[in-house]
């Protein structure tokens, strides 16, 4: 430990997420009707301070005349500060426990305040260089302790000169005082810590920008709580991913950028240099060309069920792991589907439209009740059965067609062959999944096997219905009516045009592949595509994972996690061990799992082992990927 650097931490905006004076603001003028002006001038007034275009003593006058503060208030803040951990200090609690001995806070916020974080930090008082509040005896604040060499211009060096550290010193903070700690000489380092807030001259001043605590440390050469900081690692959302992902993958500390749209290969293959995590929906295409040119890719997030669109084998081949969420808009799906099977049946679509344009169609003809008619469902998965369920509870019979042996829910029937089906129903809807072999299975063949006046929905895939043949068959007018969500071709933004055979015909409904877009549904998928790509990033769990081995794993307790994914082939796992044994590394824990054409081992080791006897683990023939959790 005696080569460790010192670690002097500056307290508002770094250890913790707020400005002390702000914040007591923000408690001593609640309800106040000046207390939006007021606040104004505090927050300028630290910026000023902090960017060092005011000098402190100035500012902190300045701010504690401006609030009516009482000890009531300073308390109040003191017990919420430990919650208020900015971030990546919060993560990295144990590795600055561990630390304590060398870690300082210098601050020219309030004793009472910081002594909570410390304490919770474990950083002894003496450590600890704050300002000490005066109150009078009704428990107003008048001031701070004058005496105290912070309460003045330059004071963050006074203290820390005083406490005459030796060894190498590191400065952490985001303002100019922090930076003048440095320039004084009294730090060998000084990171601008830019996870709050970030101000131009300080980082200007700085010898590294840090954007989290992660960074601080791994640069510093101290174990944080990942072996690679997460701030570096991008994640790059495509397609409107929900506000609930980016919220989780950047509280866990990871950099976030969205884009609005579904982007073209060409387009995908730029955007993706340097980024370790894709997340898209269904429009847009990683091909072979995208995986191969990706120079990072560990993961991608369908933030959707459908994953076609995705090259899984070549992901595979690339050690890349490919999640999806294949419940989340499960319901959304079955709920519009009912809601078209009524829509179609009583062409209300059409009198709609007829009504907007003046015209009223009062008329019982062609208009059918659900109740007795029979549904035909191709595709008895998860959507498919839950249609089933939800259509017999409305009276209707049920029958499906699956390629493989489902469970029948309630009393639907299951039928051998797509034909039998689409010759018995009243109502045939598309439940399949988007693999290559169901191109074109609602063919002009099979619509000409369907009842007349029978109706077709598709919100499965858009390749799975012949559209011309379908436009052909309702101009005729032998099917009573369609519901397409899928096309072959969908536009990539809301701003690109749409064309399709199938406009302006009668009893079409054509909806913008809006099955899954509920809000519900959405919120669900964020919440849950995020939780898997995290789960992969922070533990190596590929529970879910469509295209590796599924391993679910715990966090990673007291060891370093070494995750190993290669071909499945004869002897790997062996000459991984060999590897391991050679470099010196004591195994606590190995799971293997296998699928046809990937194996994924994961290793839990003792941390104990020389730096760089892990290279060793790439070069095991067989090896696709190679990656260490600690
Ligand atoms: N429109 C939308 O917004 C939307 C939303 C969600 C899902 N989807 C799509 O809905 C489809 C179904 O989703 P899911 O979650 O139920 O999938 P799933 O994988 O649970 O079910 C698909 C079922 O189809 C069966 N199947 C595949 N090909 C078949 C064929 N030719 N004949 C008969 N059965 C066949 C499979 O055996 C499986 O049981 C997928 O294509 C998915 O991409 C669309
Ligand atoms: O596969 C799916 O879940 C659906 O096709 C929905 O896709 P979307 O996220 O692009 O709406």
């Not at 009573?480 to 406009?503: H, K, M, Y």
């Not at 010196?584 to 994924?600: A, V």
Request: net charge negative.
């Amino acid at each position: 430990m005696s080569d460790a650097p010192t670690l002097i931490f500056d307290f508002d905006s770094t250890l913790v997420g707020f400005e002390t004076l702000e914040a007591l603001a923000e408690l001593a003028l609640e309800g106040a009707p000046e207390a939006g002006a007021v606040r104004g001038e505090i927050a300028a007034l630290t910026d000023q301070a902090m960017s060092g275009v005011l000098s402190f003593d100035q500012a902190l006058t300045r701010r504690l005349t401006l609030l009516p503060l009482t000890r009531d208030h300073v308390q109040v803040l003191a017990e919420q500060a430990v919650a208020r951990l900015a971030p990546s200090v919060a993560r990295n609690v144990e590795t600055l426990r561990a630390h304590a001995e060398r870690v300082v806070i210098v601050s020219g916020g309030f004793r009472e305040v910081i002594a909570p974080v410390a304490r919770h930090l474990g950083v002894p008082d003496e450590q600890v260089l704050a300002n000490d509040l005066t109150y009078d005896d009704k428990g107003r604040v008048t001031g701070v302790d004058r005496a105290n060499p912070l309460s003045a211009d330059g004071g963050k060096v006074t203290g820390i000169r005083a406490l005459g550290l030796s060894g190498t010193v590191v400065m952490i903070g985001d303002g100019w005082t922090d930076a003048e700690v440095r320039l004084a000489g009294l730090a060998d380092r000084f990171h601008a810590f830019c996870e709050v807030v970030r101000r131009p001259r300080v980082v200007e001043a700085a010898d590294a920008v840090a954007v989290s605590l992660d960074e601080v440390l791994h640069a510093e050469g101290l174990s944080g709580r990942w072996s690679y900081p997460r701030s570096r690692i991008k994640v790059l959302l495509l397609e409107s991913v929900h506000p609930a992902a980016v919220a989780a993958l950047e509280d866990a500390g990871y950099s976030v950028e969205c884009e609005t749209g579904a982007l073209d290969e060409d387009a995908l293959i730029e955007r993706l240099k340097g980024v370790h995590v894709l997340g898209l929906r269904s429009k847009t295409g990683v091909s072979e060309r995208v995986i191969d040119a990706a120079d990072r890719l560990m993961a991608v997030g369908a933030f959707c069920i459908g994953t076609n669109h995705i090259d899984l084998e070549a992901a595979s081949r690339r050690g890349i792991a490919v999640f999806n969420a294949p419940y989340s808009n499960t319901r959304s799906v079955v709920e519009l589907a009912i809601g078209l099977v009524i829509t179609l049946m009583r062409g209300v679509a059409d009198r709609s439209a007829a009504m907007h344009e003046g015209r009223w169609n009062k008329s019982a003809r062609g208009s059918r009740e659900l109740r007795g008619k029979t549904l035909g469902i191709v595709g008895y998965g998860a959507i498919g059965s839950q249609l089933s369920v939800l259509a017999e509870a409305l009276g209707m019979r049920v029958i499906y067609h699956d390629l493989s042996e489902r469970l029948a829910l309630g009393n639907a029937r299951p039928v051998i062959t797509l034909d039998d089906l689409l010759a018995e129903a009243d109502v045939v809807s598309l439940h399949v999944d988007g693999r290559a072999g169901n191109h074109r299975l609602i063919g002009a063949g099979e619509l000409a096997r369907m009842k007349p006046g029978a109706v077709l929905i598709n919100l499965s895939r858009g390749h799975v219905v012949d559209i011309d043949a379908l436009a052909e068959v309702m101009r005729a007018g032998r099917l009573g009516g369609a519901a397409i969500d899928v096309f072959p071709e969908e536009p990539r933004t809301n701003q690109d045009p749409f064309d399709s055979p199938l406009r302006g015909l009668a009893n079409v409904i054509l909806t913008p592949h809006v099955g899954g877009s509920t809000e519900e549904a959405q919120e669900a998928i964020g919440a849950f595509a995020a939780s898997r790509l995290l789960g992969y990033l922070n533990r190596g769990d590929t529970t879910f994972c469509v295209n590796l081995p599924n391993a679910q794993l715990s966090d990673v307790q007291g060891a370093h996690r070494l995750l190993h994914i290669h071909q499945n082939q004869p002897g790997v796992l062996a000459a991984l061990n060999l590897a391991l044994s050679e470099a010196g590394l004591n195994i606590l824990g190995q799971h293997l799992k296998t699928d046809g054409r990937t194996g994924y081992v994961i290793t839990d080791v003792d941390r104990d082992y020389q730096a760089g006897a892990l290279d060793v683990l790439k070069t095991v023939p067989g090896t696709l990927r190679f990656r260490a959790l600690y």
